[in-house]
């Protein structure tokens, strides 16, 4: 399920998604910031972790904006990773004068791990507001969704073929319960 909502400045984007795949294995992939462009080259063009504080880091990204037709972006990221759950952010993109929450969580679920994803972005350029929404209804999240979680479900689910060969003990997805 996908949504965009606007409101005044700013716009919504969420969505909830099933990766078949452990939620340990989706995290590590999912908050691998410095492999971003290895994993997810269509999005992340280049990443660079500037600083680095327990759980919270300090990131300057290129990044593809709405798809292969459109600029890239310079982007600063300020993320807290939530071991095991997933990441929080706040972004700004140099490029469109742009400022965003980002917010990434995971939980067991049937089947895998469902992703709840939200991100509200502040478009302070009056003139963008509307064209920005009409580009990420039309071309970003259609582009994010088979850039970034087709991917991930392919590196997730390597991931934990990975642990699964280097622990010959563990012969069942563990249990899914509470």
Not at 19 to 40: C, K, L, Q
Not at 63 to 73: C, H, I, Q, W, Y
Not at 162 to 167: G, S
Request: proline share 4%.
């Amino acid at each position: 399920m996908d949504s965009t909502i606007e409101e005044s400045d700013k716009l919504s984007i969420g969505g909830s998604w099933l990766i078949p795949a452990e939620r340990d294995s989706v995290y590590a992939v999912a908050s691998d910031f410095a492999r971003m462009p290895e994993n997810f080259p269509k999005i992340a063009h280049s990443t660079k972790i500037l600083t680095r504080d327990g759980n919270r880091l300090t990131i300057q990204a290129e990044a593809a904006s709405f798809g292969r037709l459109f600029p890239r972006v310079n982007v600063s990221i300020d993320a807290e990773l939530t071991p095991g759950r997933g990441y929080r952010c706040s972004t700004f993109n140099r490029t469109f004068n742009t400022r965003g929450e980002e917010q990434l969580l995971l939980n067991d679920a049937e089947g895998g791990t469902q992703i709840e994803y939200t991100y509200v972005v502040t478009v302070k350029r009056r003139w963008l507001r509307q064209l920005y929404g009409w580009l990420v209804r039309t071309f970003g999240v259609r582009y994010w969704k088979r850039c970034y979680l087709t991917p991930l479900t392919k590196h997730a689910q390597e991931h934990q073929r990975a642990l699964l060969a280097n622990n010959p003990l563990h012969t069942e997805p563990r249990s899914r319960a509470g």
